[in-house]
């Protein structure tokens, strides 16, 4: 049984997410986007471990569940940001697709870890 968000596999994944996404804005954002597209892609990006560790300490799985949807909900948005920066010319295709297996993994992760809440839901918890 985890005690701490800070062991389950989809924060772990998520947090190299966020921080890969902050590496990627300090070397590739010019300082006029400073306050527009740089800090939208940071604010979703953060928002993504944010949601699993706020939905983790509610200890009720119907709010876990939505904490875990909201932060699916902030990676996509992330990807938008993303493909937004490419269009723009901040960052290229290969970044993109360097980024993309990565965002795959923890949609795959948020999405298994919400099957679990709700699998656990309907039965006694074993833990996760």
Do not use: W
């Not at 990676?75 to 493909?83: K, N, P, V």
């Not at 901040?90 to 993109?96: A, D």
């Amino acid at each position: 049984m985890h005690t701490s968000f800070t062991e389950l596999e989809v924060y772990k994944k998520c947090r190299e997410f966020r921080m890969k996404i902050s590496e990627l804005i300090k070397s590739n954002f010019p300082k006029e986007e400073k306050y527009l597209l740089r800090t939208q892609l940071l604010d979703s990006s953060r928002s993504v471990t944010a949601n699993i560790a706020e939905g983790h300490g509610r200890y009720y799985y119907q709010d876990n569940i939505r904490f875990c949807r909201i932060a699916r909900g902030s990676l996509e948005e992330s990807m938008e940001h993303l493909i937004t920066a490419y269009d723009e010319k901040y960052i290229t295709k290969e970044t993109i697709q360097s980024i993309k297996p990565l965002y795959e993994s923890c949609v795959k992760l948020i999405n298994g870890y919400i099957k679990y809440l709700r699998k656990s839901k309907k039965g006694k918890p074993d833990g996760y």
